[in-house]
């Protein structure tokens, strides 16, 4: 069984920065794609940035020059170096691992960024 653990949201003002760490852990024979996505109140889940198991990576347009994801491999963890945030950036936010035959989900951590 695959199980993520986030951390690292919080309480930030608009211009700060959080960084948000997920680790993977359990029986992983191969890691693939693994991703941030969020849900706002009243709005879908929505990708914010993904990473493969190589370096490549992809953005939503509204974090794009804001947001870095990035990960290393040796401890299965994924990181989402998040700066100048905005209010509209306030959501939960989830981790994402791509199994062989099945995603896996985090429980989420709470960004707030207040004016």
């Known amino acids: 069984q695959v199980q993520l653990v986030e951390s690292g949201g919080g309480l930030v003002q608009t211009g700060g920065s959080l960084r948000l760490s997920c680790t993977a852990s359990?029986?992983?024979?191969?890691?693939?794609?693994m991703g941030w996505y969020r849900q706002a109140p009243g709005n879908q889940r929505e990708l914010v940035a993904a990473?493969?198991?190589?370096?490549?990576?992809n953005y939503a347009d509204s974090v794009k020059g804001r947001f870095t994801i990035s990960r290393d491999n040796g401890k299965n963890t994924v990181y989402l170096q998040m700066n100048s945030l905005k209010p509209e950036d306030t959501a939960v936010y989830y981790c994402n691992l791509v199994g062989a035959l099945r995603s896996y989900w985090g429980q989420g951590t709470q960004v707030t960024v207040s004016s």
């Open positions: 990473i493969t198991s190589g370096i490549s990576t």
């Open positions: 359990g029986s992983i024979f191969r890691l693939n794609a």
